[in-house]
């Protein structure tokens, strides 16, 4: 009996005689595989029919936190990521239905106890007779944390971290409507400073930051965590107090905010103190303005008429 059958392939070039097919497909296999070994995004590959994982990158490994083992052979839900049963077995049958599934933001908690924003995405291809889910996984935290910056930056006064003009108008804006709608009074104190003018000019401009700086902490430190501060130019500082139970409350707000700034404000570069005084207007919406130009308007005015008595404050005549 001929034992041909059983005979090695003859070698070409240190490899057997494959087919240009089955080459073709080991040169793609290996593609595919150090692909998937060296991707910067992380990749999971489950069962169509189960939803268990068949296997997982390296990078995701890294990423999350957990080993290669204790991702194979569970289901997607059993794994502490995607531990959220119900949301995660509902994404599965929806794409088992449709094939394809994206979340552009979705945040994972690692096995290091931090988070991750991702973009998630997948979809079902056959493979072989046999379907699987490929899902791409992507850390966009970096991103979301540059676009935050830029969101803040874009309403944010660089100086003190305050709301700036923008911000304050859709504040004060928020806070009319809200007290129109539940009969609420709310007040808006404009505030400029006094003296602040002399600083800059004798002692330069990075004197003045710093007054601006203390000032900004101080005005913030006596005020509700529901009110807004804003720095809108220069030397001038707004507040908005919503929810207003009774008008003594702005007036001694006011005057706590002026005791707060009458103290001195120690300039490290000069090894001195710069005192500054502060001029409050103070106008009540609906009373003194039933718009937001109209209110703004009424507190500027008033505040000028409380400089020229100099460090006090002065509702709207």
Known sequence: MSNSANAPRPMVNGAADLSATDQALN???????RLFETARDGILLLNAETGQIEDVNPFLVELLGYTHAEFLGKNLWEVGPFRNTALTKDAFIELQRTGYIRYENLPLETNRGTQVEVEFVSNVYDCDGTKVIQCNIRDITERKQAEARIRHLAYHDVLTDLPNRALFYDRLNQAILFARRERHEVALLYLDLDGFKVVNDTLGHTAGDQV????????????????????????????????????????????????????PCYLDAHKAEACIGLSIGIAIFPAHGADLDTLIKAADTAMYGAKRAGN??????
Do not use: M, W
Request: include cysteine; charge should be positive.
């Open 312 to 317: 006090s404050f002065r509702f709207v005549a």
């Open 212 to 263: 601006l700086k203390s000032v900004a902490g101080r005005i913030r430190s006596q005020v509700r965590e529901s009110d807004t501060v804003a720095r809108i130019g220069g030397d001038e500082f707004t507040v908005i107090l919503p929810r207003l139970p009774h008008r003594e409350n702005a007036a001694l707000i006011a005057q706590k905010i002026i005791d707060a700034c009458s103290a």
């Open 27 to 33: 040169v793609s296999e290996i593609r595919y595989r």
